[in-house]
């Protein structure tokens, strides 16, 4: 068995049900992961993933890329597509999850709708204790924004956690296990 540990210190995404997002991190920093999206029009998929889906342009090098961040290490890099390369026969989908709070998921459905109504499927809950809204954006990827719930040790969810040896933070088994 693995020997997790509680590392909640060292993660942007806020704790508890009323949790308020950061505002976008603007600092420069080496990038552990990042998402490169190809688009064939940079300016209409800047301007859905800024004014949509709440992303900051963090700088661009116009024609070329556009370097996105919400959060810190949520990071998006819209490229120009290859109009010259031949479509693949089964393109697979690009999907992004992105961590948010409980009270961001209505505001970016409502404006990912206006931008484009039928963009957003949700919410819906998991069974891994989050609520989700899946939106399609103009290039084609399916960005998950997904946000805690409140853990209740003694719901189904809880004892579903615990069965596989995941418990609440500050419960009596002291996090995962």
């Known amino acids: 068995m693995a020997d997790y540990f509680n590392a909640f210190e060292m993660s942007p995404v806020p704790d508890g049900p009323d949790a308020v997002a950061p505002e976008p991190f603007l600092g420069i ?32 090098v116009p024609g070329q890329i556009v ?47 206006e931008l484009s109504p039928d963009s957003v499927t949700g919410p819906y809950d998991t069974a891994w204790r989050t609520r989700d809204i899946v939106v399609v954006t103009p290039e084609g990827a399916h960005v998950t924004f997904t946000a805690a719930t409140p853990f209740i040790p003694d719901s189904d969810v809880g004892r579903d956690l615990a069965s596989v040896g995941i418990f609440a933070p500050d419960g009596e088994r002291g996090g995962a296990q």
């Open 67 to 113: 370097h996105l961040r919400r959060w810190a290490f949520q990071d998006v890099l819209l490229v120009p597509a290859d109009d010259d390369a031949a479509p693949p026969a089964a393109a697979p989908t690009v999907q992004v999850f992105v961590s948010c709070v409980l009270g961001q998921l209505e505001s970016v459905a409502d404006a990912c709708r």
């Open 29 to 60: 920093y080496a990038m552990p992961m990042f998402v490169k999206i190809p688009t064939r029009d940079l300016r209409a998929s800047t301007d859905f993933w800024v004014r949509g889906l709440g992303f900051v342009d963090l700088f661009s």
